[in-house]
C-alpha cells in the first residue's frame, strides 16, 4: 500500500526553545540538519519528546512545517497527531497530510481512562484512519496515558487498510510478543523503549521510534542493523551499553534529560517549556559521564 | 480578600452535544436555569465532567459565555482552567476571568508524569495564581490525571494570596485530613468525591465540587447541611442512601453515565463527545433503578 | 450468639523480642498489664503487628498462653490465626480456642494472587467458620497481603452464623461504606487504620483494631467515646491531633516503629526480629517529637 | 566453587496431593521418574509452584526427601527455602542441605513491604548466605511477593561467596539486563517467566526456571538450545508457538493449571490444596486446544 519505509530506526525529535520558552525554528533547523547526516530511517515531529502538548496549533504547523522542510523527501517523515476527542485527532491528521506527512503517529485518548475499552479504542482509531490521507500509526504509551490498548484491540484494528503499525512504547516484551503474533506479516510494530529494543527486535519489531536516537543515532542503527544480520552476540553486546545512557535520557530525565544530553553531544535543542525545567547540574554530569562512557568502550 | 462564597455543594456540569456532536448552547441553557432553581453553592464550568479536554478554545469560551449569563449573578462561578503548558494554563485562566468567571480551577498538568514532582507544580501554579485577574483554586483529580499533588506543594502553595483553596477528587480520607491540616482556616478544601463527602466534611472541608450534585443538587445540599448542623445521624444515612447513585455516576459511567442520569432525571445535557459514547442500556436500566431506589426511600 | 464486646477500641499487641531475638514473655506480661490499667475493649494478639508471620507455632502458643493469662477475664481476646492454606488456618483457629481466645481474627490468604477471587474467599472463610470453636472476624488488609477481600464476598460471609464481623484496614472510606451497607446491624465492622478512625466511626464501624492504641489507648477510646457521645466537633479536633502520631507508628516505621514508640511511652517490647530492624535514631527522634507535640496539645 | 549446572531449563515441580488433599508422594515419585526421562538441567522442589506455602514443615522435609531420591544424583536439585523471618529461613535451608539439596532457592521477605528497603534484604540474604550449608540462589517474584528486589541490593549480595545467582520471574527484559549488566560472568541470572524466556537468554540470562518446563520440558529445553546454538529465527518462532501455553498454565490460571495441563499431559499431579481450587471445564478445555495446538504445530 505504501512505499514508506518503517524499518530502522526512526528519532522522536524533541521542539526547541529559546530561553523564552518561544519555539525556536532556527534551532530546529539546524538540528534536522545534523539527523539528516546520519543513517535514521525517518524521523518523529510532534511525539510526546517532541512537547507536542505544550504547543498550540499553531505552533505545531510550523514545527511540522519547517522540519518537513529540512527532512529529505526519500527519507520517511511521521508527525504525531494525537489529541483527546476523536474530531480534533481527525482535524489534526488533516493538517499533518496536508503539511507533508509520510504518515500520523496516533496516541490513545487516555483522560477519560475508566471508559477508554476496548470498543472506545476500536471506534476512535476507525473513525480516525477511515478520514485520514495519509497511513495512521496506532501508539501505546501506557506510563504516560494512564490507558493500554489492548492486543484484541490491534488485531482488530490492524485489518484496516489505513492502519499501518503501532508504536508500543511500554518496553514490555510480552506484550511486545502479543503484538506481533496478533497481527498481519506486514503490520509494523515498532519498539519505543531504548532498553529492550534488542529484544524487541527478536521478537519481530521491524524497527523503533527511540528518543535515544536523537542523541546516538549511529550507534542505534548499528544495534538493529546487527540483530537484522543476524550477529547477536554483538548487538547483545551493545545494548548493555545503551542501556546507562539511555536510562538517563528516558524515564528519569525524560524530555529534559533529552535536550542536555543533546547540548552534550553537540546539538543545541534550547530548553524545555513549563512546566517542564532544564535538569539539575546533577543530572548534566551524569549525562556527560554516561556518554564519555559509552563513547570510550565504543573506541575500543 | 474574596467575598465569593466557597462553601456548600458545586456542580461541575456537563457540556451538551447534540446528535452530531456538535456543542449544544440550547439545551446547556436550559440546564443552567434547573441549576440556578436548586439550592446549589455554584457551578463548575469546564471542569473533567464538563469534557473540557474535548473541546477547542473557541468552544470553550462559548460555553462559559452562555453559562455565565444564565447563572445568576450573586453566585458563585467557577470556571476550568487546567492546560499542560504553563503559559496555556495562563492564557485560559485570563479568558475565563475576561469571560465572567469568579474563580478559576486549575488541574495539575501531568503528561510529564516523571517530571511533575513536588517543584514543578509550585513553580508552575506560582507562575499561574500570580498571572490570574481571579482566585485560583488547585485541582488534584490523581485517578485522572495519574500525578498526585503532594500536600507539602498544597502547604507551600496555600500561602499565595491569589490561591484560595484546592479541589481533592481521589476520596480519600487520610489526604483530606492532610490538607486540612496542612493549610490555614480560610484556604478552602473542597471534596471530590460524592461516596465520602460526609466524611470530607467531618474532617473539615468547607463543601463539595460533586458530579451528583447535577443529578441530586437538592439532596447533596441537604446532606451539607445536616453535617453543618450537627445532625450527623441523619447525615451518615444520607450519605449511605448516595452512594449506589454516585458510584453508577462516577467512577462506572463517567461522564456518559452522568447524562443518562440526567436525562432520566429530567434534564437533557444530550449526548457525550467521542471519543466517549453513550452508556448501554443495561447501564441506563441500572442508573433508573438507583435513582427510583434513592427517591422512594426519601419519600418515606 | 455471643457476649463478647466488639464495640470500642482494640489494641493489637506487638510481641516482644530480647536483643537475641528471642520471644521475651516476661516483657510481653508486663505489657499486657499495662493494657490492662486502660480503657481498652480487648487485645489482639498475634496480629500482623504481633509480627505473627515470623513466630513459629510453638512460640504463638507460648504468647496466645501468656497474654490469656494476663489479660482480664472478663475483657475480649481475640487472637489473629490466618494462614495461607485452609488446614493450616482451622488448626491455627482450634489452638487459638483451646488457648482461651474469644474469638479469631483471619487475615485473608494471599500468596496465591491471581486465584484469590470471590469464590475462593468464600469457600475459605466458610471452611475455617464450620470449623471453628469460636466466633471468626474476618480480616482484609490489602497493603499486606496484595489481595482485596471484595465487598461482595463480605455480604455472602455475613450470613454466616460463626462469622461475627472484619477488620478492615485499607483506610479506605467509601470501602468502608460498602462494607457497613452490605452486612446486617449486628455484624462488626471494625477500623484497622487510625488515620481515619474517627469518619470509619462516622460511616457506622463499632470500633477500631489500631496500632495506635497499644501507643495512646487513652486518647484513642477517648476519640470512640467523643464520637459515640455525638461530640463531633471535638472528635475531629483530636482525630486531627493523632495523625502525625498514627503515620510515624503505621506506614512510615510499621512495627519497628510501634516497639519505639512504646519505648518512649514508657512500656519495653524489645526489638522486632529479623528481617525488620529497630528503626533509625532519626526515627526515634521523630517519634520523640510527635509524642511530646500530642501531649502538650491534649494537656493545655 | 560448585560443580552444579545451572545453565539449560529446570522444572519448578508442583506438588501432589490426593482428593482429601493430602500429600501423594507416589504421585510425586511417577512424576518425578518422568521428568526424570527429560532433557532438563534439574528440578526445583518447594518453590511457589509447589505449593510450598500450604506445606507444614514435615511434610516439606517428606516431600524434598522423596524427590530428590528419585532425581538422578549427578543432576542438579534445588530446594526453595524462602521464609518470613530469617531466622525461620535459616532453618530450612539447613534442613534443605541436609536431605539432599544442592542449592537453595529464597525468595524475598514480602510481609512488611513497607520495611523491606535495600538494607533490609542486604542484611537478610548475608545472614542466610552465611549459614547455608550450600550455595543460595535470590529469588525475586514480585507479583506474588509485592515487593521488588533492588538491582543494587542484588549488585551488593552477588559478591558473596555463598550467593552464586537469581531467579528473576518478573519477565521484565529491561530489569533482567540491568541483574546481568551489574553481577559478575560466573554469576547466575535465571530466567523465571516463560513468555519472555527467549529474551531473557538473548540480554545473558544463562536458563530458566520455567512452570512451563513441567509440561513441555522438552520444548523449553529446544528454546535454550537453540539459543545457545544461535539459531535465533528458530528460537523465536518457537517462543512465539509457547506463549498461548505459556500464558494459561501461568498467570491466567497458576498452579491449579498447571496441574491440570500436567493431567492432559499424562501426568497426574493431582489436586491443588484449598484455598486453591481445581480450575474450571473451561479453563481445562482451553489448555487441551492450546496444548493440541503446539503439539501440531510442531509436528509439522
Partial sequence: MTAMNLRGVFAPIPTPF?????LDLDRLGAACERWAASPLSGLVVLGSTGEAVLLDELESERVLSLARERWPSG??????AGRESTAATI???GRAADLGADAVLVRTPGFYK????????VRHYRAVADASPVPVLLYNFTAVTGVNLPAAAVTTLAAHPNIIGIKESSGDIAQMTDLVAGTPEDFCVLAGSSTTFYSSLCM???GGVLALACVLPDACVRLFELTR??????????????VPVAKLVGNMHGVPGLKAALQLAGCDAGVPR???APVSAAAVAA???????FEEVARV
Fill in 274 to 276: 513549563s512546566p517542564l
Fill in 114 to 121: 475508566s471508559q477508554m475499552n476496548n470498543d472506545a479504542f
Fill in 75 to 80: 527519507r520517511t517523515f511521521i508527525a504525531g
Fill in 287 to 293: 549525562l556527560r559521564e554516561a556518554l564519555m562512557s
Fill in 18 to 22: 529559546d530561553r523564552d520558552e518561544r
Fill in 229 to 242: 544480520d543476524g550477529r547477536h552476540a554483538e548487538a547483545a553486546a551493545l545494548q548493555h551499553r545503551l
Fill in 91 to 93: 482535524r489534526a491528521v
Fill in 204 to 206: 519481530g519489531a521491524v
